[in-house]
């Protein structure tokens, strides 16, 4: 089995997809010729030609409207989105075109579209640059939004997107492009949306989440067991439609939970997760489920993006106000 | 470089060094407000049958929202908004494409639809907020009317580029008004017809009016058919009163783009008789000289008095095929009211393939 990183993958998985359905296509600022800033389509035009993989002009809003027309000509656009904080640019063609397409032809088109955005912080990148805006898009009706945390579930989650007959915004975080190695299968297989992973059992109290954070939960849930504290770590890897199941699971059996995400405090993914936990899992509770996140101000990118986003140290804290309530 | 067009871009060398310039564009005419030719090169290949289609349409149109515009009143429509005066652009457009030509429609453009296919039902039902109402036929290439103003230039677009990439001699036209051109994604859309030379039609209905903010304050340029030049596409600008006109220009436009050509913006230069939507009052931002000035240029009397010089219409025509087009209204209004009312749960299964949980969790509530 191959050695890849997560850009690896989910360019392996573009790949694949471009090869096995002469529907998909690939456009968006510089992904053609350079293989987009992060070379997550490098090689792809060569290989495919330009009518498959191809450089728009600079303008988001028209490479989201492109891709809702590519839709109803029966196209599945693979559209890139070059930085997060560039969404907002883009927003109605996303949210607004692409996600009401299946409900304002009453089912006669369906818009079946990935938007591929990095994201994430930790990497001293520009301004709007990492924001973690996924909070957006659960908000939003008629788009899923899938955010990989390890090159095989992101492989395997892309190829899903592909196929999804709804639009999808996928977030790959920047910060995970080049962070490890992992197997990764050669060709087809799929990773299901809408279903999360329990990557550490445990039984003590539940942590939740998504992307980076997985691996920073993961070391706060390592710091946790040196004082004989068991964590269980659930890895999201689909905000929307959100594994409630799994979650409510896991809180059955270790009774507390908190949920970890780098968007801002309020109103965001978390927000949610902890409403459906109250919703179906109220009566397993034995304190409220709380929230490790930065606090509600813009991001600030670089200069203090270490102490404001959640880190180990943070969580265990965080985890021992739920053990001690 | 034929006359009321724009070449595009300026080429090099001309007018003063350093500085951008474009002459004034004319607006293309082929019949004056009398309905004589002053035109004749230009004068579209249409038989006597088709120029009598061409005319019962726009009577209908103007009946049809005449009736929409009392249904509306009497709550029996939703959001409606009316026609009248654009009738010229709006049938006249339409007519000069082919079946297999797609349609990506702003709020008014609702007769486009109808004329390429869209059952006069699922146009009322759409306007009483039933989801039926967009659920295209099979074969009817068009999009359902869209409320963000500039949104449908950049589905046109992509659409555009769907037929280029599948090599079909298709086009697309896109529909928008004076306001629209404003829009960050009209400007966006343009520049990537221009970019990738896609076979679309961007048509501008310049009815003087985004809602009730008039021409002047829309835009400093001297024209909105000037926008095309600097996203290196056609230019044209018509007289909107006049259909034939308006077959000219877009039918030129499309065999253009059907012959790789590239994309064409029109401008054409129309009014809507009455307000902007139902809850306006027009009153408040037009005066009657105005209004009276330009019903003279009324499309259905002008093309009326052609047809009649030439012994193709008379007044009982006219009365016909307003009975013709009252009675269809009837019929079809009755259809939408008898049509079964969507449902929440229905709602909910719309909005994804198949129903995530969490949804089919909320449709219990509502069963």
């Known amino acids: ?325 | 470089m034929s006359k009321g067009s724009l070449d595009a871009p300026a080429k090099p060398g001309q007018a003063q060094a350093h500085e951008v310039r474009s002459e004034n564009v004319i607006p293309l005419q082929i019949l004056s407000p009398e309905g004589e030719v002053v035109n004749p090169e230009r004068l579209p290949d249409l038989s006597d049958d088709q120029l009598k289609e061409i005319m019962y349409r726009m009577v209908f149109t103007r009946t049809w929202d005449d009736r929409a515009v009392n249904l509306g009143r009497q709550g029996r429509l939703g959001f409606y908004a009316p026609v009248s005066g654009q009738e010229a652009t709006m049938v006249g457009s339409e007519y000069a494409l082919e079946k297999s030509d797609f349609i990506c429609p702003g709020y008014r453009d609702m007769p486009q639809l109808v004329w390429h296919g869209l059952p006069l039902y699922q146009a009322f039902l759409y306007s009483r907020g039933h989801q039926h109402g967009g659920q295209i036929p099979e074969g009817v290439n068009v999009l359902m009317p869209q409320i963000i103003i500039g949104a449908q230039i950049l589905h046109a677009t992509g659409i555009a580029m769907g037929y280029k990439l599948k090599n079909e001699k298709n086009v697309v036209i896109a529909y928008t008004g004076d306001g629209g051109s404003s829009e960050g994604d009209f400007y966006e859309g343009l520049n990537f017809a221009g970019s990738f030379k896609l076979p679309a039609i961007y048509f501008v209905q310049n009815n003087g009016y985004a809602i009730t903010t008039p021409y002047a304050k829309q835009t400093g340029a001297q024209s909105i058919a000037h926008k095309a030049l600097a996203a290196g596409i056609r230019g044209v600008q018509v007289d909107g009163m006049d259909v034939l006109a308006v077959i000219s220009a877009v039918k030129e436009a499309a065999d253009i783009a059907r012959e790789g050509g590239g994309a064409t913006l029109i401008e054409g230069l129309t009014y809507r008789f009455r307000p902007h939507s139902m809850s306006d009052d027009a009153t408040k931002y037009r005066t009657k000289d105005e209004e009276a000035e330009w019903a003279l240029k009324d499309p259905i009397v002008r093309f009326g008095k052609y047809l009649e010089a030439k012994g193709l219409w008379s007044e009982e025509d006219t009365a016909r095929v307003k009975e013709e087009a009252k009675a269809a209204v009837a019929e079809h209004i009755k259809k939408a009211e008898q049509t079964e009312k969507m449902t929440v749960p229905g709602l909910i299964d719309s909005m994804f393939e198949q129903t995530p949980p969490n949804l089919e969790q909320q449709k219990a509530d509502f069963q």
């Not at chain 1, 892309?158 to 080049?178: K, Q, T």
């Not at chain 1, 992992?182 to 299901?192: K, L, N, Q, R």
């Not at chain 1, 109290?205 to 770590?233: F, S």
């Open chain 1, 1 to 325: 089995m191959a050695q890849m990183t997560m850009i690896e993958a989910i360019k392996d998985a573009m790949r694949v997809e471009l090869k096995r359905d002469p529907n998909v296509v690939i456009f968006g600022e510089d992904v053609g010729h350079v293989g987009g800033v992060f070379r997550a389509t490098e090689g792809l035009q060569a290989e495919f030609g330009e009518n498959r993989v191809f450089d728009t002009p600079l303008a988001e809003s028209a490479i989201g409207g492109l891709a809702v027309g590519l839709s109803v000509q029966g196209f599945r656009p693979i559209a890139e989105i070059q930085f997060v904080g560039f969404i907002f640019e883009a927003l109605d063609q996303m949210f607004v075109q692409a996600a009401r397409l299946r409900y304002r032809s009453g089912g006669r088109y369906n818009a079946p579209i990935v938007f591929r955005t990095p994201f994430g912080g930790g990497v001293k990148a520009a301004e709007l640059h990492t924001d973690a805006l996924e909070g957006l898009a659960m908000q939003t009706p008629g788009i899923k939004t899938i955010v990989p945390s390890n090159p095989y579930d992101a492989k395997g989650l892309l190829i899903s997107a592909i196929r999804e007959n709804d639009p999808v915004f996928f977030m790959e975080h920047l910060n995970l492009y080049r962070a490890f190695r992992d197997e990764v299968p050669e060709g087809e297989y799929t990773v299901p949306i809408g279903k999360a992973k329990v990557v550490r059992e445990g039984k003590d109290v539940t942590i939740i989440a998504y992307g980076l954070m997985v691996h920073t939960a993961l070391k706060a849930a390592a710091e946790l067991e040196k004082n004989g504290v068991q964590a269980e770590v659930i890895d999201l890897r689909t905000l929307m439609p959100l594994d409630i199941e799994t979650i409510v699971e896991s809180i059955k059996k270790t009774n507390r939970a908190i949920v970890v995400q780098e968007a801002q405090k309020s109103a965001g993914a978390a927000a949610e997760i902890i409403a459906q936990i109250n919703e179906n899992a109220i009566l397993h509770l034995e304190a409220p489920v709380l929230r490790c996140a930065p606090p509600d101000t813009v991001y600030p990118f670089a200069q203090i993006e270490d102490v404001w986003l959640p880190n180990p140290a943070r969580i265990v804290k965080t985890v021992n106000q739920v053990l001690q309530f």
